[in-house]
């Protein structure tokens, strides 16, 4: 991954302070992606003067890697290509590097003196243990002290972390550029499945009102002909909440780099809300629950008897409207009874219960306020009390993913978020809760197992 040029204009900056300091010559080197078992070699990024790079002064110049290295290279992904080598970096150096009479009767001197006598500094850039470069200085009229080349010293390391942010910066922007690539390519594919899965909703649509028109009033066909036509509505509607949320997702994918806040925002209220409504829907209107559950338990009762489950309801009558949006309603309810009938075994019951409660200050939650009350209770197998703090996590199944019973684990997060913007609450038992059972029948319910699930909707006031 080549240098940016805000790190090249780093590194001239850096060499530029080592002239101040006296250097007559001063340059930065990167190591170049290796071939595993060469030798690491350096190219140029910053030069002072700018002569040739293959003059005399820079000619051999080159890491040469330490057999008994221990240390680790930087993650290729996270950083440029290293070729470690041990922190004393100095033996390391080809002595061809240093060039002239004078190397040759530093090569002849003990340690102590090479580092107080040599007029060229060799510091390598190291970062968590590995090279990434050198910076290289000298002159000729005098020996480096001890201050100056500590100055180097941490040139060399402000060099090392800039190298590594450098880098990691352009990988992510590749990363970056690749998932924009990937997650354009996922929206066209997306707007060819929506495409295609308008025609069979349309005929489906056309079908039901044709077989409802075709049946009398007294066939009780009529009422599951209704349910085609109004789950194909349903259909509808979510499929055009589909295509404005992938459009969404289209313009941000695209949107300049100059647009405002607010429009962005506006991005992410729509990609985080639920697929069945636009986000600008108001959440709390009046409406009767009665009149969002009917429809549903028409279809509900469909399914149960054709899977041998045995579906009561009881519905208190002239229940007081409350504050939600029908939509929103239905989407939660729908979800629950679902779960319900997908759940429960065969030979089985499922009980919906809605009833109005009035303020009580000696119970817990939202039964202290008036509301009402809507329950859904299965006799299935339960949930786990492993399970039940994740319930409402997206995604999240569980044990039950352990089955056959498909699902992706968004109905209950989906429901749970519904319900508390139209400032109510859900709350699931499991074991059932007995006090949401149909008296007169307690016997056929157990109460070791099953699920009870109730929402509290506010009054509308």
């Keep these: 991954m080549p240098a940016s040029s805000e790190f090249v204009k780093l590194c001239r900056s850096q060499v530029a302070i080592a002239v101040s300091l006296g250097a007559t010559f001063s340059a930065v080197y990167l190591t170049q992606e290796l071939v595993e078992g060469s030798e690491a070699k350096l190219v140029p990024i910053a030069v002072y003067p700018e ?22 290279p930087v993650p290729r992904l996270l ?30 001197q ?82 060819n499945l929506l495409h295609q899965f308008k025609s069979p909703l349309t005929a489906l649509r056309t ?6 028109r075709r049946l009398v009033p007294e066939d009780k066909n009529r009422n599951v002909a209704f349910s085609i036509v109004r789950e194909s509505d349903r259909l509808e509607e979510l499929l055009g909440q589909f295509d404005r949320t992938v459009d969404t997702g289209e313009a941000h994918l695209k949107l300049p780099s100059g647009t405002s806040e607010k429009a ?34 028409i279809s509900a009762e469909a399914i149960a008897s054709e899977r041998h489950l045995k579906l009561l309801a009881d519905l208190e009558a002239d229940l007081p409207p409350v504050s939600a949006n029908d939509r929103a309603l239905r989407e939660v309810l729908s979800n629950l ?12 019951q499922i009980y919906i219960k809605v009833r109005y409660t009035a303020a009580d200050g000696d119970r817990a939650g939202y039964s202290q306020l008036p509301a009402i009350a809507v329950a859904v209770s299965d006799t299935g197998s339960g949930i786990p009390p492993q399970d039940l703090e994740h319930l409402f996590e997206r995604h999240y199944r569980g044990e039950k993913a352990q089955t ?15 319900v508390r ?17 149909p008296s007169r029948e307690t016997h056929l319910y157990p109460t070791d197992r099953g699920t009870t699930f109730v929402v509290w909707l506010p009054l509308n006031k």
């Design 51 to 72: 002569i040739s790079v293959e003059s005399a002064e820079n000619q051999g110049l080159r890491l040469q890697s330490s057999e008994n290295s221990t240390v680790k």
């Design 79 to 108: 950083a440029p290509p290293v070729f470690p080598v041990e922190e004393s970096t100095v033996g390391a150096i080809a002595p061809e590097a240093l060039g002239g009479n004078e190397r040759s009767s530093h090569q002849c």
């Design 110 to 191: 003990g340690p102590e003196n090479v580092w107080q006598q040599r007029r060229q500094i060799v510091a390598p850039l190291i970062h968590e243990g590995a090279v990434m470069g050198l910076l290289v200085c000298g002159r000729q009229d005098r020996a480096w002290n001890e201050r100056e080349e500590a100055q180097m010293q941490q040139i060399a390391r402000t060099l090392a972390l800039a190298c590594i942010l450098d880098q990691r910066s352009q990988w992510m922007q590749q990363e970056l550029g690749s998932s924009r690539q990937i997650q354009a390519q996922v929206y066209d594919t997306m707007h």
């Design 207 to 212: 079908f039901g009102k044709l077989l409802a």
């Design 264 to 297: 962005l925002s506006n991005v992410e209220s729509i990609r985080h809300s639920p697929l069945s409504l636009s986000p600008a829907a108001n959440l709390q209107e009046s409406c009767f629950v009665a009149e969002v559950l009917k429809p549903l338990l």
């Design 337 to 348: 009874i679902d779960n319900a009938l997908k759940y429960t075994p065969a030979g089985c």
């Design 404 to 418: 056959e019973i498909p699902g992706t684990g968004l109905g209950l997060a989906i429901a749970r978020d519904l």
């Design 421 to 437: 913007q139209m400032q109510g609450e859900i709350e699931v038992f499991s074991p059932v809760n007995p006090e949401w059972l």
